[in-house]
């Protein structure tokens, strides 16, 4: 019988997707928009100027995917067109099917419907993902490659390991940032080393073959380590943005939790470190801050450990919420930056013009905002709630 918590994810993600749109200032909204962010011209977007450059021209699955159903559309609209809608199709199918796929997992790991359908309640509310392609996030393959990621998961705690080993080969041909999932394999799954070896190592040698035959170009490998260091608000504010408030919850969950969830295998204490330190590492060196979708990479090692404390301290949570305190205060502050949100964006506007990139850097400060109010109520139920309420120990619960 289908669930039919996957119905309303599907819903939500669908409103979601269009509200970035159509709110939230969405490259998809038109094909002058998508034009510019492939690098292409209105007239003729399949050019995907950009899907032909370095590194991007080794992330070709998805291109391939929206440009062969494009000409197989039936009707008679131009292909210009068959195209916008071929790519805006496909960014909402893997748009929702992240999200479905990731309750999937999370249910498979929590084995509680309610707590695993607040997990994607939870990777609904990041701005990854709420304004997934909104300037400078540029969601392009990205959804595609967290469906990868997470069905990867998936199979490995089934023991489907041929269908993990194929999710993992084709997932390099979406983005090299998925080669995370033999390093973790390698490291956390508890099968015989010559296994081991052979399903962590085949999608390496797959994607250094394809570099090999499709050949490289030389381009800035440190473009982004440069405009991290030139732009140090940027990267404090959109690092922060990348998870907000979840930020609070995933250091409190490792107080006092040492190594007592090591049977959580991918997920364990470990694991989380190693995901977070490779995924903000590379993206350091490598990738741009602002694209806070890079950073996002890691969601399944923020939130699973942030539902775990949740869990732990549902019934103070529920009471801290109730708070009429906490009522005020946040309704208050939420007003107040949404009734000040036109100064707040003609303020940045005349005090940094206009972006060069079509950055709404406005909207991003309010954002910004709204994201900090249940960050500050979450350091205060941490702080002085939860203390003054149990004597218990903050650690990770083993159940999973």
């Given at each position: 019988m289908l669930d039919y918590r996957l119905i309303i994810i599907a819903v939500l993600s669908t409103v979601l997707f269009f509200l970035n749109q159509y709110a939230f200032e969405g490259y998809i909204k038109n094909k002058e928009r998508l034009a510019s962010e492939l690098q292409s011209t209105s007239m003729n977007l399949s050019e995907w100027e950009l899907s032909n450059k370095p590194p991007f021209k080794y992330r070709m699955l998805f291109p391939l995917i929206v440009k062969n159903v494009s000409r197989v559309i039936p009707g008679s609209a131009?292909?210009?067109q068959k195209f916008y809608w071929s790519y805006l199709f496909f960014s909402w199918l893997f748009f929702i099917s992240t999200s479905c796929m990731f309750y999937l997992l999370l249910l498979k790991l929590v084995q509680f419907r309610s707590l695993a359908f607040l997990g994607v309640l939870l990777h609904l509310s990041m701005a990854p993902i709420v304004f997934a392609f909104t300037l400078p996030v540029h969601t392009r393959e990205d959804q595609l490659g967290f469906l990868f990621l997470l069905s990867a998961i998936y199979f490995l705690y089934d023991k489907k390991y041929i269908l993990y080993l194929v999710i993992a080969c084709v997932g390099v041909f979406v983005r090299e940032t998925l080669l995370l999932l033999p390093f973790l394999l390698l490291l956390f799954a508890k099968i015989p080393l010559p296994r081991k070896l052979f399903l962590s190592g085949l999608p390496l040698v797959v994607w250094?073959?394809?570099?090999?035959?499709?050949?490289?170009?030389?381009?800035d490998f440190w473009l982004g380590l440069k405009w991290n260091l030139s732009n140090p608000v940027q990267l404090v504010l959109f690092g922060f943005l990348?998870?907000?408030y979840l930020w609070t919850h995933l250091i409190f969950s490792f107080k006092g939790a040492h190594?007592?969830?090591?049977?959580?295998?991918?997920?364990s204490g470990k694991a989380v470190f190693l995901a977070l330190g490779v995924v903000i590492s590379t993206t350091f060196l490598f990738g741009i801050f602002n694209e806070i979708r890079l950073l996002y990479l890691a969601f399944p090692w923020v939130i699973i450990p942030c539902l775990r404390i949740i869990r732990k301290y549902q019934k103070l949570w529920l009471k801290f919420l109730k708070n009429k305190y906490v009522l005020i205060g946040s309704i208050t502050l939420i007003l107040g930056v949404s009734a000040s949100s036109t100064f707040i964006s003609d303020t940045i506007r005349n005090t940094l013009g206009d972006s060069q990139y079509g950055v709404p850097y406005g909207l991003w400060v309010i954002a910004f905002l709204l994201y900090l109010i249940p960050t500050i109520f979450s350091i205060i139920f941490y702080f002085f709630y939860q203390p003054k309420y149990t004597n218990e120990p903050i650690e990770a619960i083993k159940n999973y």
């Open positions: 131009t292909s210009n250094l073959v394809y570099r090999w035959l499709i050949g490289t170009e030389p381009y990348s998870f907000s190594d007592q969830n090591e049977d959580l295998g991918l997920f």
